[in-house]
């Protein structure tokens, strides 16, 4: 229940700007990021390449991951990954049973039942729990910041 709260209350505060983004490629100087569409047309020139299997699913994920990363940011609570898109102000639990997450991947050309799938999931995890803010710090935070007191 605290996952669905936490996630709700997030989503919430970041519809209303109230936590502070954290910086994006594109604003640190470098070009805007490539549309969904063209992620996924390279996507599938990258699966037609004569490369490894694990080198065609990295590449895959690493294309997704940037451009993910320049569209909004990483969360995680020690137990899930999660990812805000910023554009559509929308939170997305990232993993196999996510419907939100099977809809963003296949956006990029990627269905749940391919291995390729797992493999994109496992990857954006790891990268959410590395680089992304710890969730209910930044509630807690928040709610500091709102109620100026320390909880």
Known sequence: MLRIVSARFLSYCLQKR???RVSTMSEQGQSSTPTKSDIAARIRELRGEKVKAFERDANVAKRIREHLDGEGN???NNA???????NE?????????SLNFTLLMNDFGINKSEKLFDYVVQDLVAYAFK???YLLQTLKSKMEDVHGSRL
Not at 80 to 86: D, L, T
């Open 74 to 76: 990483f969360y995680h």
């Open 18 to 20: 109230q936590i502070r």
């Open 89 to 97: 102000k929308r939170l997305v639990e990232i993993g196999k049973d």
């Open 131 to 133: 680089h992304g803010a």
């Open 80 to 86: 899930f990954a999660y990812f805000f898109n910023e």
